[in-house]
Each structure stands twice: as structure tokens, then as C-alpha cells.
């Protein structure tokens, strides 16, 4: 229940959040210019890289393991945008 309690606030938060990018990036050269390349790098590092950073800095519990979610999910939300 936990994974999926998880999984659906991580897919809500990036939808809210990776929508607000994508508007704004569509709307400012500037924000998408910075954007591409942040998308480029998250789209290409794999899921479990994204863990290593985020345990430094947070205990392993739910919010590293939503931070580590959003990471991986929030490139399509702003793309699709």
C-alpha cells in the first residue's frame, strides 16, 4: 500500500509541478534554454542513480524515495507540456 500511496502523490506532484514548467518554458526561451538540458541529463541517468544523491543529503524513508520518483518522472510532464 505504501509503493502505491507513493507512486500516485509522486504522479500528482509531477503533473502539478512538471506542468508549470512546461507552460513556462513554453512561454520564456530563456527558462526553456535552461530546461533542455536539466530534461536531457534526468532522461538518461537511470532510476536507482537518482537514490544515491538524495540518501547524502535525506534518510532512507518515504520522502527519498518520492524525491527519487519525481526525478525520474517529471521529464514527460514538462516535454509533453
Same mark, same amino acid.
Given at each position: 500500500?505504501?509503493?502505491?500511496? @507513493?507512486?500516485?502523490?509522486? !504522479?500528482?506532484?509531477? @503533473?502539478?509541478? %512538471?506542468?508549470?514548467? %512546461? ?7 530563456? !527558462?526553456?534554454? &535552461?530546461?533542455?538540458? &536539466? ?5 538518461? #541517468?537511470?532510476?536507482? !542513480?537518482? @537514490? #544515491? =544523491? !538524495?540518501?547524502?543529503?535525506?534518510? &532512507? %524513508? ?6 527519487? #520518483? ?5 521529464? =514527460? =510532464? #514538462?516535454?509533453?507540456?
Amino acid at each position: 500500500m505504501q509503493s502505491a500511496y @507513493l507512486c500516485g502523490l509522486a !504522479v500528482l506532484l509531477c @503533473l502539478a509541478i %512538471g506542468g508549470a514548467l %512546461g507552460i513556462w518554458a513554453a512561454h520564456s526561451d530563456m !527558462v526553456s534554454r &535552461v530546461l533542455r538540458p &536539466v530534461q536531457d541529463a534526468l532522461q538518461t #541517468i537511470p532510476q536507482f !542513480v537518482f @537514490l #544515491i =544523491p !538524495v540518501l547524502m543529503f535525506f534518510k &532512507v %524513508g518515504e520522502l527519498t524515495a518520492l524525491i527519487a #520518483i519525481m526525478l525520474y518522472a517529471i521529464v =514527460p =510532464p #514538462i516535454r509533453y507540456t
